[in-house]
């Protein structure tokens, strides 16, 4: 071997776990298929890192987003993505936007001229057998998502996202909603619904016909399965069936009048602590605004915070927490991890984040030791979380960092302050996971 670790694909996560473990004195053999010949259809150039949607790393505001707080320790950690984005920063008032062209720039001249790195223009079609690193995101080819599906199982490979809306629960109306479990089953208190009256359904109804919906792209190709119809496709079938679909009141007693609703809402638990619940077959294709306006005329949901709206698209991601052991290596072929986002993760800093941390646990392989994860407390340490084992296996969806991955602060306090104890508690955990 001329290399100590491979790397394949060069986006966010390839590229931050390449420079990583250059940093750290090990040879990189860095695969990308695009400069080969070939391109994927969401792309337009051959540099790496190049981001092919917005220009915008979301909020730095480490103070009282999560997203700011995990810009803040990528940074403290070395991220060659992060120190870009500030190089070719964009002004966006609290956000961090970058040129996308200087950007990608920077991190293929940075990587370019490494000593550790060497980067080969290539398709890879087949999991190797030597240490590596699949970053190949959410076009991955189909040769080697192939190879991914026959170490894996066919069934732990998804294609594309059914992403219903999450919500904090903390911002659910419990007074108007209620715990129930259909016909009492189970625990009967596995679903939290919220009751919809004849008049309130029929105005949903008409909301998710005449809302503004986005448009596939035509490289996405994503089906739509019975199982994943969106749900304004559903209410065009006819007035009355998203109420013998994921609206059916049947089994529900409303605690108010002791009888079944005339539609019903339901969320269910989506990590184990608790935060997060998605709403049941919501997944959509309404445009962001849209989906917050419509859904918090739901009763129970009109203070509704959303840790992550709806979708329908294409995305090639494994089942991560049944897959992957906690440093992100393929329990079934302990010598492939998986980064970026066909883990599952979404978003550009997220991907970064989980290459960094699949490049920082490789070199602490190499050098014959560990490196245990970060606090769950912390940004990095929740997102990594999430995606190896805390996040539900048979529903895993992709999923931005946010507060709700962490443990709930204790007690009952302002947002505005509930926050900012998020995140210095996340600072001293990161603190003194750096020093140990």
Known sequence: MTHDIHIIGG???????????????????LSEMRGSGEMTPAHHTDGLAELVCSNSFRSDDAT???????????????????????????????????????????????????????????????????????????????????????ATGADALAFFDAIAPIVHFESIDMETAWFQSRWNKGDGKDYINCALNREQYEAFHAGLIAGEKTEFKEWENVPYFEGCMPIEVMAERGLDTLRFGPMKPVGLDDPRTGRWPHAVVQLRQDNAQGTL?????????LKHAEQ????????????????????????????????????????????????????????????????????????????????????????????????????????????????GLMPPIPGRTKKADRKKMYTDRARAAFGAWLAA
């Not at 190089?87 to 000593?115: E, M, Q």
């Not at 619940?277 to 294709?285: A, L, P």
């Open 64 to 150: 009282s987003n999560a997203v700011g707080l995990i810009h803040q320790e990528l940074r403290t950690l070395g991220s060659l993505i992060l120190r870009e984005a500030d190089i070719h920063k964009v002004p966006a008032g609290s956000a961090l936007a970058v040129d996308r062209d200087g950007f990608s720039g920077g991190v293929t001249a940075a990587l370019v001229a490494h000593p550790n790195v060497e980067i080969v223009r290539e398709r890879v079609d087949i999991l190797p057998d030597t240490p590596a690193i699949v970053a190949t995101g959410p076009l991955t080819a189909p040769g080697l998502a192939d190879s991914i599906a026959g």
């Open 277 to 285: 619940w998605n709403i049941v077959g919501f997944q959509t294709k």
């Open 292 to 403: 917050v306006r419509l859904f918090r005329t739901i009763p129970g949901l009109e203070n509704a915070e959303f840790a992550r709206l709806g979708g329908l698209h294409r995305n090639t991601f494994i089942r991560s927490p049944e897959l992957l052991d906690s440093t992100l290596r393929l329990k079934s072929r302990p010598n492939i991890r998986f980064a970026g986002q066909i883990t599952g993760c979404e978003g550009y800093v997220e991907s970064a984040a989980i290459g960094l941390m699949a490049g920082r646990f490789a070199i602490a392989e190499l050098r014959g030791g560990a490196l245990p994860p970060p606090p769950v407390e912390t940004a990095l340490g929740a997102l990594l979380h999430h995606i190896t084992g805390a996040a539900v296996a048979e529903t895993y969806q992709p999923m931005n960092v946010n507060f």
């Open 11 to 29: 986006g966010l996560a390839g590229s931050e776990a390449a420079w990583q473990l250059a940093e750290a004195g090990f040879r990189v053999k």
